[in-house]
């Protein structure tokens, strides 16, 4: 009797050790989720664009338009504010108003006449010309530092609106191989560059497609 209760538990253990190791199974099972692709974001690159301009007369642009359009491109305006040149400003800054007085009166003596003393300016400048061609306003200034007076060449910068013509689908180094005049696009005073990039684009704009993972 004693030898079949000892057997009875040896099934009874071995019984345990098999639900055990059920349960252990089940319990991995459970803990590991079931498999899924990994996505992979696909960037897709921006096609290409160059741009024309600036065309600070609206005619003209519209006709470069018309003409690029005629052969065949993508094309469409846009406006914007250029910084334009007016030219190359001389001046003398002065510490003071008397200062500026006898710069005055120095420049004149000189024989320079076209001298403007500026009322209420914070550095008290005197005109000294403006010059289109910036060589002729480095002259002036070297001939009013032989006065020994310290001049100053800016350039005159003015703001102008101004249309940019975005050509889509091609790069700026094809547009200018020669495509533009074969157009009837004269370059004279525009630029080729490539078209702005939007402010708003971010990275997550750039992404065109999700796909699994291989």
């Known amino acids: 009797m004693i030898r079949n209760l000892v057997l009875a538990l040896l099934a009874l253990n071995l ?15 459970r803990a590991v989720p079931a ?4 996505l992979v974001a696909v960037t897709v690159g921006a096609s290409p664009c160059a741009t024309v301009g ?8 519209l006709q470069a338009q018309e003409k690029l359009k005629a052969g065949g491109f993508t094309v469409q305006s846009r406006e914007s504010t250029e910084a334009l040149r007016e030219g190359w400003w001389v001046h003398v800054d002065n510490a003071d108003q008397d200062q500026q007085s006898r710069t005055f009166e120095a420049l004149r003596r000189a024989g320079i006449t076209d001298v403007f003393a500026i009322p209420d300016d914070p550095k008290f400048r005197v005109s000294v010309g403006v010059f289109a061609i910036e060589a002729r306003a480095e002259d002036r200034a070297a001939q009013v530092q032989r006065l020994r007076l ?7 910068l003015r ?3 101004a249309v940019w013509l975005d050509v889509t689908g091609i790069a700026r180094e094809a547009l200018r ?18 078209c702005p990039t939007p402010a708003a684009a971010s990275p997550a704009a750039a992404v065109t497609d999700i796909i699994p993972a291989p």
């Open 15 to 29: 019984l345990y050790l098999v639900w055990a190791q059920w349960l252990d199974h089940e319990d991995q099972a």
């Open 54 to 61: 600036p065309f600070t007369e609206p005619l003209l642009a």
């Open 35 to 38: 498999s899924q692709p990994h």
């Open 159 to 161: 703001d102008q609106a």
């Open 177 to 194: 191989d020669g495509r533009l005049a074969a157009a009837g696009v004269a370059l004279d005073g525009l630029r080729v560059e490539s």
């Open 150 to 156: 310290d001049a100053v060449v800016s350039e005159r």
